[in-house]
């Protein structure tokens, strides 16, 4: 192998190939260490569609990029078979961006809680959903911060009684399916933990989407909050017939508050950074310095 | 003219011009630029400098240039020619001029009081306006003045002033006639001044910026990601960036801040592809975090930082000296960074070679310091010869699908080899948190002991290759008493200081080392214990570089600080040698 891998032209990826010398189960994109996660977790349901998502689409391991933040979920790479980078709180997106953009033939993933996507490293959402940057963004959204032991997050409800908010959480809960549609994410969809198998639908399609894909997934804390028995009576399909190209349609139901919708919001095709970042693509010259310092003589 | 008549031995032909004006006028600092290029073109060393207002439009702007037929190092002492365009900067540099010094101004808008000057009075903006019918045609008709009285001849700044407007086709005639007038109105001028630039060696030289130099380094190290958050005085990287890499297949990416800047190197840099970013002390400040993350999950990154004056804001468009604690210690916990300070314009494409071979060797952060002064002063430098110079890259496993791949193996240098994602079959997570040699989660003390002096073992390693005279030269006296040690972009000053000083028959030599960690430690207490008294010069108010040298070495110094956001020139270095060696 060449010290500096080639990225393949364009930005393609493997995708589901086509006769598999090996057919991947999806334990086979699980890793040797066992998840810490507390018993009952939604993220134990996310680990699990994402590895049957993997398998579906038959990437190989080391070709599939894990980047999280800091928190419960963000300790998904570890807990799986492929490359993974563990970051800093808040700074998935950023760092999965640096990778996708530079290797645009890996399959990129960034995983994070509602804490590093809805608060610390909210400020990166609207930039790499503008940018279309092909990356998967996974929100495992538990409304609290776990790792720290309970404390009231960004979509904690209004009222919402933690150790760290005593007398009511006074702030509104953000709405992630809404920003990401007004950020203009061109692939937008929401999941539950507890619902794997639909889940790892999702997932698949929005690896398949070329551009930057936002997942919503509603994943209970069993330890400081949980909201099982609320989401098992609040979500609901998407409305028969649902047209995934009306983006005003997808933001009047993001801001829907009685139901919680699951299925894919919005997708839309739109010029991919990385694709339209390479149009020198076929004129590309090795450095020469010699030649570069003539401007300065 | 009358110069051409002055006999050889009275022509002063190393000497500083400054010109100075409100930047809404327009051209101050092109007027300067201009005449400095057209210099440069002719076999002429120079040196520039210049000063912004932190406004956008308006506020006192000024530019230097030091011009000499011989390699100029600094900026020099005092101005030797003012070109005032207003009463303010007439006002404000009219203290640094001497006895003979000349001063060219608008004779409609300065009152020059003072008769120890040479004074020529031009009405600048009314001769642009009135006889040029071209008001935005000022700076090019000082020019004119500028070449005319100071022997650049008419044809190379015609040539320059073609190419400078060759997109815009009207616009060259206008300031053809604009530089023509202001030359033919100099043989009207009755020149009393000694400063004429005689004949050069009319050697071919490149004329750059450090962060010019600084990129040029970096696109030949291999750098092929960039990402940056505009900001003072770094943000010409980031242009520069923006416009090569795509053509070589790189990716430039302007961030949204600077935490994102720095991981999406980090990102870049864990799928194999050498990156940069640069910024500036806020950005920096900001970038910390990050730059843990880097040293704990062992990739290579490099980091510019061009400082200039704080803390918080500060003075945007200042230099100061005052970063390096930050680089040195700044962030939590306890990790290894190497930092890198170019000495020059020249350095500045050296160093930043150096530091992407360091950061691929040694699988860490580099950071390089650099300062507002180095970042935007331009130089001539020789062309490189970088054929000497490899290319380094990272440590790889072998092809070999071994079951016994760790990416945090022990080893003797600290180095372990780092599997690529896509390229190795092995699968390996970068952790924030403390890890085992596989890099799983490990939280035990002996693991958190035996990894951290891995990491830090790979610095002690880099300290064996950069602890020689080629990472801190020596120069001056070699039976020295007085030492001086300096860092960064101090060393033309104190380079022409020990001249000086040499000259007047003190025994004077200096250090100046280009790696601030690890500290070339037998280089540096060879050369304190070879001399009396150390002195170590620097930008910033704590003595950070002699904070650092007593704490690491247990030299103490003497501290000479300046603060202001101005660099140091020759002659205060030379005047504190001359106080130290009096004690010794
Ligand atoms: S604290 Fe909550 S989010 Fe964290 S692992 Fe336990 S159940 Fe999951």
């Known amino acids: 192998m060449s010290d500096h891998p080639r990225s393949t032209a364009g930005g393609t990826r493997t995708r589901v190939a086509p006769r598999p010398e090996v057919v991947r189960t999806a334990k086979d994109y699980k890793g040797e260490v066992k998840p810490v996660w507390c018993p009952g977790c939604g993220d134990f349901g996310v680990l699990s569609a994402v590895t049957k998502a993997l398998a579906a689409l038959q990437v190989k391991p080391y070709e599939v990029v894990i980047v999280s933040g800091i928190g419960c979920s963000s300790r998904m790479p570890y807990f799986m078979s492929t490359y993974g980078l563990h970051g800093v709180h808040g700074r998935a997106i950023p760092l999965a961006s640096g990778l996708k953009l530079s290797r645009p033939d890996l399959t990129v993933f960034a995983m994070g809680g509602d804490g590093d996507l809805m608060s610390i490293g909210a400020g990166h959402l609207p930039h790499v959903a503008a940018r279309n940057i092909d990356i998967t963004c996974v929100m495992m959204d538990n409304q609290v911060y776990g790792l720290t032991k309970g404390q009231g997050s960004p979509t904690s409800p209004m009222g919402h009684l933690s150790k760290s908010t005593p007398y009511g959480m006074i702030a509104k809960p953000a709405k992630p399916v809404l920003l990401a549609l007004t950020y203009g994410a061109t692939f937008v969809a929401r999941g539950y933990s507890a619902q794997p198998n639909e889940l790892s639908e999702l997932i698949v399609e929005a690896v398949q989407h070329k551009g930057f894909s936002f997942i919503q997934v509603q994943s209970p804390c069993t330890e400081f909050y949980n909201t099982y028995d609320q989401y098992d009576s609040l979500v609901t399909d998407l409305p028969e017939d649902w047209d995934r190209s009306d983006l005003r349609a997808a933001i009047d139901l993001a801001l829907t508050e009685d139901k919680v919708h699951l299925g894919v919001f919005f997708e839309e095709e739109r010029p991919v950074y990385e694709i339209e970042a390479r149009k020198f693509e076929e004129e590309v010259q090795p450095f020469d310095l010699t030649s570069y310092l003539r401007r300065f003589a | ?584």
């Open chain 2, 1 to 584: 003219m009358q110069a051409r008549s002055h006999k050889d031995s009275q022509v002063r032909n190393d000497f500083v011009i400054r010109i100075g004006g409100d930047t809404a006028i327009g051209g101050v600092i092109s007027t300067g630029e201009n005449f400095t290029t057209a210099a440069a073109r002719l076999g002429f060393q120079v040196f520039t400098f210049r000063s912004y207002p932190a406004e956008i439009k308006g506020g006192h702007a000024w530019f230097q240039v030091r011009i000499s037929n011989r390699p100029v190092l600094s900026t020099g002492d005092g101005v030797d020619i003012l070109v005032a365009f207003d009463q303010e900067a007439y006002e404000r540099h009219c203290g640094e001029l001497r006895e003979g010094s000349v001063i060219i101004y608008d004779s409609d808008l300065v009152q020059v009081d003072d008769g120890r000057f040479i004074r020529y009075g031009v009405p600048f903006q009314r001769i642009a306006r009135q006889e040029l019918n071209f008001a935005r045609g000022t700076n090019v008709l000082v020019l004119g003045l500028m070449a005319g009285l100071f022997g650049l001849p008419l044809d190379c700044l015609q040539d320059l002033v073609r190419l400078r407007y060759k997109r815009r086709a009207e616009l060259v005639e206008k300031n053809l006639e604009a530089l023509a007038y202001g030359f033919d109105y100099t043989k009207k001028i009755r020149k009393e001044d000694k400063y004429y630039l005689g004949t050069s060696d009319h050697v071919s030289r490149l004329i750059m910026s450090g962060n010019d130099a600084i990129v040029a380094g970096a696109l030949y190290a291999g750098c092929r990601f960039f990402a940056g958050y505009p900001i003072t005085p770094a943000s010409d990287i980031l242009e520069s960036m923006a416009r090569e890499l795509p053509r070589l297949g790189g990716i430039c990416l302007q961030a949204e801040d600077e935490m994102a800047a720095i991981a999406s190197c980090i990102g870049a840099s864990y799928g194999g592809t050498k990156a940069m970013t640069a910024t500036s002390g806020p950005g920096f400040s900001l970038m910390i975090e990050l730059l843990g993350l880097a040293s704990m999950t062992e990739l290579p990154l490099v980091l510019v930082d061009a400082q200039r004056s704080g803390p918080s804001t500060g003075m945007p468009t200042k230099l100061e000296q005052a970063d390096l604690f930050q680089a040195l210690y700044g962030g939590h916990g306890d990790f290894p960074r190497i930092v890198l300070a170019p000495a020059s314009v020249e350095d500045c494409l050296y160093r930043a070679v150096h530091a992407f071979n360091l950061a691929e060797k040694y699988q860490m952060p580099v950071i390089v310091l650099s300062d507002q002064s180095l970042s935007h002063r331009t130089q001539t430098i020789d062309m490189p010869n970088l054929s000497r110079l490899p290319v380094v890259n990272r440590l790889q496993p072998g092809d070999g699908a071994s079951e016994e791949y760790a990416r945090y193996a022990l080893s003797d240098t600290g180095v372990s080899p780092v599997a690529l994602p896509g390229v190795h079959v092995h699968t390996y997570v970068a952790p924030g948190l403390e890890h085992d040699e596989r890099g799983h989660p490990n939280q035990s003390p002996q693991v958190h002991e035996a990894m951290t002096e891995k990491r830090f073992l790979k610095l002690s390693s880099a300290a064996a290759d950069t602890d020689s005279p080629d990472w801190a030269p020596r120069y001056g006296h070699p039976k020295a008493q007085v030492g001086v040690i300096g860092w960064g972009a101090s060393e033309g000053a104190i380079r022409e200081a020990v001249e000086r000083a040499t000259a007047k028959g003190y025994k004077v030599a200096a250090l100046h080392p280009r790696i601030l960690n690890p500290l070339p430690q037998a280089q540096i207490r060879e050369f304190a214990a070879s001399v009396k008294r150390v002195l170590v010069p620097e930008v910033n108010y704590q003595g950070q570089f002699a904070h650092h040298l007593a704490a690491s070495l247990g030299i103490s110094p003497v501290r000479f600080n300046k603060i202001g956001g101005l660099p140091f020139t020759p002659a205060e270095i030379l005047g504190k040698i001359e106080e130290v060696a009096s004690h010794v």
